[in-house]
């Protein structure tokens, strides 16, 4: 026989394998509960081990759109739905017309709710007796087959559909709809936007208003060229109706299927005559107009471009100014020449002291005491030692041209 530890062990191990199963017990009506109260769509049987879901979707039957509810996870279960507006389509399967559900309806929500009620059956015995809340989109259904139309025709039709027996208007105006389904013929009298507002509307939903706007661009629109050229070579561009014809100096130009055109074209030295002409699709002129543009050349262009900047600006902020196209004029401090380049000291304005070292790739008649304009971009920095050794920085530039 056992000591009497032992049989005091055995009483301890007894009452503590009870507890254990009062607190499973408790946290699992613990757990059913919270799973009733959450809003989720996942459900438990009495059974912890059999855990199955509802899933609630949006779909189209026989041309009408209505929910489907589709329940999985009851192997061998049957499940039994009590709702006279529902229809059983297949095991776990079942759907519902919105409409059946609109009576429900909670007024501070965007949405319209319905409570299912179903029951789980092993053979004849009821092991599950529950409802299903859940909730379908207030807002009545309005589908547009175009929202943003750009067209070059004179007349467009919006087509789309809306729920089954919805009033639609257009504008404030009433539609009529063959089905759920509805068009509305819109003339686009002359380039312009045209904006139409769908309303669709049915008792107990709220109106879903919906906006379409079209757009019938210009027939043809040439984008002005500059009056000077900073290139030799110029793009002509534009957009037209796809039907229509373009030519450029008498050249056909290839106009794209989205209506735009370009063409490149070489100017020669001087005021450049550039003729566009667009024609419709029945060949008759709708738009010429001549254009002058005028190419100076390299040098008259760079001279052009060229920014006026004070010394005092250069010299503040060297960085800022590298690349650009400058110009200075000043008197030539000090020239060193090597044949194939020049390196000078220019005093802008004739000063001695705001001086900026010039640099040009080339020969030229310049010599020092001269007063000259020149032109060209910053390149950054020069450090020399003076013949009285001190340390000297200044400015330099790429002279590209000079007066």
Not at 50 to 75: A, Q
Not at 139 to 146: A, Y
Not at 245 to 252: G, R, S, T, Y
Not at 369 to 389: C, D, H, L
């Amino acid at each position: 026989m056992g000591s009497e530890s032992d049989w005091h062990r055995g009483w301890l191990i007894i009452i503590g394998l009870i507890v254990s199963l009062a607190t499973v017990a408790l946290l699992g009506d613990a757990f059913l509960q919270w799973q009733h109260s959450s809003p989720a769509a996942w459900l438990t049987t009495s059974k912890p081990s059999e855990v199955f879901n509802y899933h609630v979707k949006e779909t189209v039957l026989d041309g009408e759109r209505v929910h489907e509810i589709e329940f999985s996870g009851f192997t061998g279960k049957q499940i039994v739905v009590e709702h006279p507006a529902i229809e059983k389509v297949g095991e776990g399967r079942f759907i519902f017309k919105d409409r059946s559900f609109l009576q429900t309806v909670k007024s501070d929500r965007p949405y319209v709710s319905a409570t299912v009620p179903y029951k789980v059956l092993s053979g004849t015995e009821t092991v599950r007796a529950d409802s299903l809340d859940f909730y379908v989109d207030r807002k009545c259904q309005l589908t547009l087959e175009s929202s943003n139309v750009s067209t070059w025709a004179k007349t467009f039709t919006v087509r789309g559909s809306a729920a089954p027996g919805a009033k639609v208007t257009v504008n404030g105006k009433p539609l009529k709809t063959t089905g759920s389904s509805f068009e509305y013929p819109v003339n686009l009298t002359k380039p312009g936007k045209y904006q139409y507002e769908f309303v669709a509307s049915r008792a107990a939903e709220e109106p879903n208003k919906q906006v379409v706007m079209i757009t019938r661009p210009p027939d043809y629109s040439v984008d002005e060229p500059p009056k000077y050229a900073d290139t030799n070579l110029i793009t002509f561009s534009g957009t037209v109706n796809p039907a229509f014809k373009v030519k450029i100096n008498n050249l056909n130009i290839l106009v794209r299927e989205n209506g735009s055109f370009d063409h490149d074209l070489s100017l020669e030295e001087g005021k450049n005559k550039v003729l566009v002409q667009i024609a419709n699709a029945q060949a008759q002129q709708v738009y010429s107009k001549t254009f002058y543009v005028m190419w100076e050349g390299v040098e008259k262009t760079y001279k052009r471009q060229a920014q006026t900047i004070s010394y005092q600006q250069l010299k503040k902020d060297v960085k800022q100014y590298e690349g650009r196209a400058v110009k200075f004029y000043g008197s030539v401090l000090q020239m060193v020449s090597s044949g194939r380049s020049e390196v000078f000291r220019l005093g802008v304005g004739g000063s001695v002291t705001n001086v900026v070292m010039c640099m040009y790739l080339g020969s030229t008649d310049i010599v020092e005491g001269n007063f000259v304009t020149v032109y060209g971009p910053i390149t950054g920095e020069y450090t020399y030692v003076s013949q009285a050794g001190w340390v000297i920085t200044i400015p330099s530039m790429m002279v590209l041209c000079f007066d």
